[in-house]
Nanobody, 115 residues
Framework: QVQLVESGGGSVQPGGSLRLSCAAS????????MIWYRQPPGAQREYVAR???????NYADAVKGRFTISRGDTKNLGYLQMNNLRPEDTAVYYC?????????WGQGTQVTVSS
């Protein structure tokens, strides 16, 4: 079973930046899409951004213009560059990868934005 691991979370001040990574325990072929979600404290999981195999991207309104999703390779699958972070971006961030026969989730990485 392939496992996903998110990394790059941490604590930053408002206005700061973080780059989240999503990596697989072994190469994933037939990649269809990578989607980032987040779950703020005491709230439900929410959509953040996605990228398709062809390179098209989509963002939630709350992060548009501040976050950038990008692809990597078959093992370091992709990234979420987060700039101009706000306290309301505080959440556990999850990577979801959809491949031809797989729908994979990582365990999440904590992002805390606070002064």
């Amino acid at each position: 079973q392939v496992q996903l691991v998110e990394s790059g979370g941490g604590s930053v001040q408002p206005g700061g930046s973080l780059r989240l990574s999503c990596a697989a325990s072994r190469s994933i072929l037939n990649f269809n899409a990578m989607i980032w979600y987040r779950q703020p404290p005491g709230a439900q999981r929410e959509y953040v951004a996605r990228i398709h195999s062809g390179g098209s991207t989509n963002y939630a309104d709350a992060v548009k213009g501040r976050f950038t999703i990008s692809r990597g390779d078959t093992k370091n699958l992709g990234y979420l560059q987060m700039n101009n972070l706000r306290p309301e971006d505080t959440a556990v961030y999850y990577c979801n990868v959809i491949a031809e026969y797989s729908n994979l989730w990582g365990q999440g990485t904590q992002v805390t934005v606070s002064s």
